[in-house]
Nanobody, 130 residues
Framework: VQLQASGGGLVQAGGSLRLSCTAS????????MGWFRQAPGKEREFVAV?????????YADSVKGRFTISRDNANKNTVYLQMNSLKPEDTAVYYC???????????????????????WGDGTQVTVSS
């Protein structure tokens, strides 16, 4: 599956952005979808994951209550990351990724960081100014 992320940009602290990741190729609905981010000089970190069906989600503690992951399986083969109340520490390159291991909600979504994702998209830069 090929993934294309978009929607990044420059925003002031407290603002919002919505990232999109469109998939093509193999069946989109058979993949759990995740968002990860990497800030300069830091390791790539888990941000959010959503199950095949969209019924189960999980978030990193640092973004809980501010970010929302969702997916449109029926029409657009797209996963979204709505980011509200952005902080300067959210500045990073954001990557979407797909994995055939479905997320059931019975473990932490951060497991996908060590598990490794099957497919990665190109990143999109998010910069939050103070």
């Amino acid at each position: 599956v090929q993934l294309q992320a978009s929607g990044g940009g420059l925003v002031q602290a407290g603002g919002s952005l919505r990232l999109s990741c469109t998939a093509s190729g193999r069946t989109f609905t058979m993949y759990a979808m995740g968002w990860f981010r990497q800030a300069p000089g830091k390791e790539r970190e888990f941000v959010a994951v959503i199950s095949w069906s969209g019924d189960s989600t999980d978030y990193a503690d640092s973004v809980k209550g501010r970010f929302t992951i969702s997916r449109d399986n029926a029409n657009k083969n797209t996963v979204y990351l709505q980011m509200n109340s952005l902080k300067p520490e959210d500045t990073a390159v954001y990557y979407c990724a797909a994995d055939s291991l479905d997320y059931t909600g019975s473990w932490s979504g951060s497991y996908y960081k060590s598990h490794g994702m099957d497919h990665w998209g190109d990143g999109t830069q998010v910069t939050v100014s103070s």
